[in-house]
Nanobody, 123 residues
Framework: QVQLVESGGGSVQSGGSLRLSCAAS????????LGWFRQAPGKEREFVAA????????AYADSVKGRFTISRDNAKNTVFLQMTSLKPEDTALYYC????????????????WGQGTQVTVSS
C-alpha cells in the first residue's frame, strides 16, 4: 500500500511563502506520478499541481501558475510544493496525491491520498 505523509503547512500573511513536503513510500513508488490537491471549507476538492514519475512533465491549475512550483526528489521519494505570493484564497487543506496513471492524478480521483496539511493565508 502506498503511503503519503504531508508536512510544511502553517499560517502566513498574504504575499508570503511556504514549502510543502510529502514523503512517499510503497511498492514501486518511484513509478508513481505525484501531485497536490486542496480543499477549502464548503468547497469542492480541486487539483493544484502534479509532476510525472520521472520529473519530466508538470501540470498546474490556472489559479496557481507562476506562483507555485512542484518538484520531486526520487532518491528520497519526496515531492515538494513551493508556494510563493500566497493569497487568502489559497487557504485550504492541502493533500499529497499519487497514481500510476497521469489522467487519474490530474483529472479524476487519484489512487493514493495523504491526510493533508493546513495552509492558512491571512489578508
Amino acid at each position: 500500500q502506498v503511503q503519503l505523509v504531508e508536512s510544511g503547512g502553517g499560517s502566513v500573511q498574504s504575499g508570503g511563502s511556504l514549502r510543502l513536503s510529502c514523503a512517499a513510500s510503497g511498492r514501486s513508488i518511484s513509478m508513481y506520478h505525484l501531485g497536490w490537491f486542496r480543499q477549502a471549507p464548503g468547497k469542492e476538492r480541486e487539483f493544484v499541481a502534479a509532476v510525472s514519475w520521472n520529473g519530466g512533465n508538470t501540470a498546474y491549475a490556472d489559479s496557481v501558475k507562476g506562483r507555485f512550483t512542484i518538484s520531486r526528489d526520487n532518491a528520497k521519494n519526496t515531492v515538494f510544493l513551493q508556494m510563493t505570493s500566497l493569497k487568502p484564497e489559497d487557504t485550504a487543506l492541502y493533500y499529497c496525491t499519487g497514481d500510476r496513471a497521469w489522467t487519474k492524478l490530474v483529472v479524476t480521483s487519484p489512487q493514493a491520498w495523504g491526510q493533508g496539511t493546513q495552509v492558512t493565508v491571512s489578508s
